[in-house]
């Protein structure tokens, strides 16, 4: 049998390895990242989890009520465009950048 080593762990690995007689092949694009890389895309995937939060929870992005493609797409653009917008006066106003309650409410 044949399997991805994404689903278990090493001591796993070595386990059915040798218990069951697997091949575990890696994926082609498969890249293990150094504890270095997953620090520093650890910080952009907190960034990107805080802007997906904001807009779920201030801008109840999940609620559009379009009722067409293109009205779909101007309401994402004008909650993502004003989010921009907030971001922008706090880095002006050296505010924390993604505290933005305060424009909202």
Do not use: H, M
């Amino acid at each position: 049998a044949i399997g991805d080593k994404g689903y278990v762990g090493l001591g796993k690995r070595l386990e059915n390895t040798l218990d069951y007689e697997l091949i575990i092949q890696n994926r082609a694009n498969q890249v293990a990242n150094t504890a270095t890389e997953k620090a520093f895309l650890g910080i952009f995937r907190k960034t990107i989890e805080t802007v997906n939060s904001i807009l779920t929870e201030q801008f109840n992005i999940q609620y559009t009520r379009a009722k067409s493609a293109w009205g779909l797409t101007n309401r994402i653009i004008a909650k993502i465009t004003s989010l921009t917008f907030a971001i922008y006066l706090n880095f002006i106003t050296q505010q924390p950048i993604l505290d933005i309650k305060n424009f909202i409410f």
